[in-house]
């Protein structure tokens, strides 16, 4: 009696741990796709572009087919990489139906027309937001100045 409902323990935990590899196995090419779509992949490896280039400038006597190779390599690799950092934090937040809806927006014209401007924009923003940052911090610290809690 104990050993058969052990194996039926096991049965169920084996059934359960199979079933929730395949979810994660569908909800983890849903969010490359999401990915794909929404210009992230290009964003990520523009920035493994830019590590390189840092790498390089850093290392001036490496030949440039080392850099280049390695550029490919890390390429290649990027995105998988991401998403599989990134996978237990989207499956914390949305849920598969969510991502797949987010691909069904990315593939209207609107979306792609989103994921297109999205670096210009976010750049642009970042450049704002220095301009706001900037103004904020010469307010604080003229009134820093004015109540006398920073010499001028």
């Known amino acids: 009696m104990k050993k058969n409902l052990l194996l039926t323990a096991l049965f169920v935990l084996f059934t359960a741990t199979i079933s929730l590899a395949q979810d994660n196995t569908s909800y983890r090419s849903s969010l490359k796709l999401m990915m794909q779509l929404s210009g992230s992949e290009g964003a990520y490896k523009a920035a493994v572009n830019q590590m390189i280039i840092a790498f390089k400038q ?8 080392f850099w280049d190779e390695m550029t490919l390599e890390m390429n290649k690799v990027a995105l998988d990489q991401i998403v599989d ?23 209207t014209p609107i979306g792609q027309k989103f994921a297109e401007k999205t670096p210009i924009v976010t750049q642009e923003s970042m450049a704002a937001g220095q301009v706001w940052g900037k103004s904020i911090g010469e307010k604080v610290v003229k009134s820093l100045q004015e109540k006398g809690y920073l010499k001028q």
């Open 58 to 65: 850093s290392q001036p006597t490496v030949p440039a087919v």
């Open 85 to 107: 950092l990134v996978l237990p934090v989207y499956q914390k937040h949305f849920s598969e139906d969510d991502i797949k809806g987010i691909i069904a927006f990315y593939k």
